[in-house]
């Protein structure tokens, strides 16, 4: 079973400039949520959907970040203009709908921003 | 709203000792609580997780939690550390009425020779 899939794998760009992730679930999979883990720091929770719609954004900087998944399946997430303290890894993660509260997040790799 | 909170950002250990890794939590109604494992340049993996049903809850890799209420605990332990251990830990809950999982700050974990 392929796994969660993120790209790029690492992204440095200068501050006020723009960068775009890509996520790709595990087939199958109804919720997915992107996470931003700043070093040394938990992964804190940015936005979650179920399908195509949005369940929670209350922590995504909406003045800048921007998320969508349009079908359901694959989501994007961007930065514009990005800011010196968003360098961070940008996990992606998905769950089965019928997993509930106690399901298991499956998460990507993650895609490391660098902002100079 | 619930949290955790996981005492001591790194912890060393020698090969072959015990793994005991501390994460309390908080939420007004029953948790359900995680322990995830992230090796360098990797995404997390989950260890184990706590649904209430049993309060000893046992893990992949010989890892194994124990819940406890009284405590609002959910401590991670393994009796003999190897050094394939050496990763960052996050405990993590999430309550019945919330899908939303919040994590830790994390412990990093050094296994020595």
């Known amino acids: 079973e392929a796994g969660v899939a993120q790209s790029p794998r690492y992204k440095i760009i200068e501050k006020r400039q723009s960068v775009a992730f890509w996520c790709n679930p595990i087939?199958?999979?109804?919720?997915l949520y992107w996470y931003q883990q700043i070093l040394g720091q938990g992964p804190k929770l940015l936005i979650q959907f179920q399908n195509n719609g949005v369940v929670d954004d209350s922590q995504l900087p909406k003045d800048r970040f921007s998320a969508e998944r349009l079908k359901g399946v694959d989501s994007t997430l961007k930065i514009q203009p990005a800011k010196l303290e968003d360098s961070a890894v940008y996990l992606c993660?998905?769950?089965?709908?019928?997993?509930?509260?106690?399901?298991?997040?499956?998460f990507g790799e993650g895609s490391r921003l660098t902002v100079l | 709203a619930q949290s955790v909170t996981q005492l001591g950002s790194h912890v060393s250990v020698s090969e072959g000792a015990l793994v005991l890794l501390r994460c309390n939590y908080s939420s007004s109604v029953p948790p359900y609580l995680f322990w995830y494992v992230q090796y360098p340049n990797q995404g997390l993996q989950l260890l184990l997780k706590?649904?209430?049903?049993?309060?000893l809850v046992k893990g992949i890799n010989g890892f194994e939690a124990e819940f406890k209420k009284s405590e609002t605990s959910f401590h991670l332990t393994k009796p003999s550390a190897h050094m394939s251990d050496a990763a960052e830990y996050f405990c993590?809950?999430?309550?019945?009425?919330?899908?939303?999982?919040?994590f830790g700050a994390g412990t990093t974990v050094t296994v020595r020779a």
């Open positions: 706590y649904t209430s049903a049993a309060t």
């Open positions: 087939s199958g999979h109804a919720t």
């Open positions: 993590a809950v999430r309550s019945s009425n919330d899908y939303k999982l919040s």
């Open positions: 993660a998905s769950s089965l709908q019928s997993g509930g509260a106690s399901g298991e997040l499956f």
